[in-house]
T-cell receptor
Framework: AAGVIQSPRHLIKEKRETATLKCYPI?????VYWYQQGPGQDPQFLIS???????DKGSIPDRFSAQQFSDYHSELNMSSLELGDSALYFC?????????????FGPGTRLTVL | GEDVEQSLFLSVREGDSSVINCTYT??????LYWYKQEPGAGLQLLTY?????DMKQDQRLTVLLNKKDKHLSLRIADTQTGDSAIYFC????????????FGSGTRLQVQP
């Protein structure tokens, strides 16, 4: 079965640079969520989109922005990168956009900021 | 806000049963999930339980929910070395939010 695809899998950036992470949800899923998992930490919710509209916002820094496109894929744009942004970024998708819909996670993008 | 807590580490011998515990604070929690994360990998959904259930069994996995005490457990029968991973519980709250709140994760180590 098709799963959530994230690209790139690994990314190395310097401080103050920008990064773009991409997420391709499971086919027919209309909701995308972004989570950040710091080293040794639990995943923290950043932002979600349902039917191309932002549906919920968590602890996403103002330096980050995201959107969901017409084909339902999503991109997380990160600017003025800081060392503390080094983390594993997960995308999850679900069908229906309700809080109770099961979220399926992608393999994550590991971002390292030097 | 809600808080989800887990013990950090559990070590068992291969073939034994493992019990991973989780407590949550928000009484509105309606769906509770268990995810497995292997080193360097994503989060794999193992199972979930709805709050009107006390127990759910799925092959080697048994989930027990004590809603009064806000306590959730995951029992893995006949634990194998391939079960070694970090196990996260997560709750979904019926307030219209669409995000999960995760516990800190329990690292399960299975010794041969």
């Amino acid at each position: 079965a098709a799963g959530v695809i994230q690209s790139p899998r690994h990314l190395i950036k310097e401080k103050r640079e920008t990064a773009t992470l991409k997420c391709y949800p499971i086919p027919r899923h209309d909701t995308v969520y972004w989570y950040q998992q710091g080293p040794g930490q639990d995943p923290q919710f950043l932002i979600s989109f349902y039917e191309k509209m932002q549906s919920d916002k968590g602890s996403i820094p103002d330096r980050f922005s995201a959107q969901q496109f017409s084909d339902y894929h999503s991109e997380l744009n990160m600017s003025s990168l800081e060392l503390g942004d080094s983390a594993l970024y997960f995308c999850a998708s679900s069908l229906g956009g309700r809080w109770s819909d099961t979220q399926y996670f992608g393999p994550g993008t590991r971002l390292t900021v030097l | 806000g809600e808080d989800v807590e887990q013990s950090l580490f559990l070590s068992v011998r291969e073939g034994d049963s493992s019990v991973i515990n989780c407590t949550y604070t928000d009484s509105s929690s309606t769906y509770l999930y268990w995810y497995k994360q292997e080193p360097g990998a994503g989060l794999q959904l193992l199972t979930y339980i709805f709050s009107n259930m006390d127990m759910k069994q799925d092959q080697r996995l048994t989930v027990l929910l004590n809603k009064k005490d806000k306590h959730l457990s995951l029992r893995i029968a006949d634990t194998q070395t391939g079960d070694s991973a970090i196990y996260f519980c997560a709750d979904g709250v019926d307030t219209g939010r669409r995000a999960l709140t995760f516990g800190s994760g329990t690292r399960l180590q299975v010794q041969p």
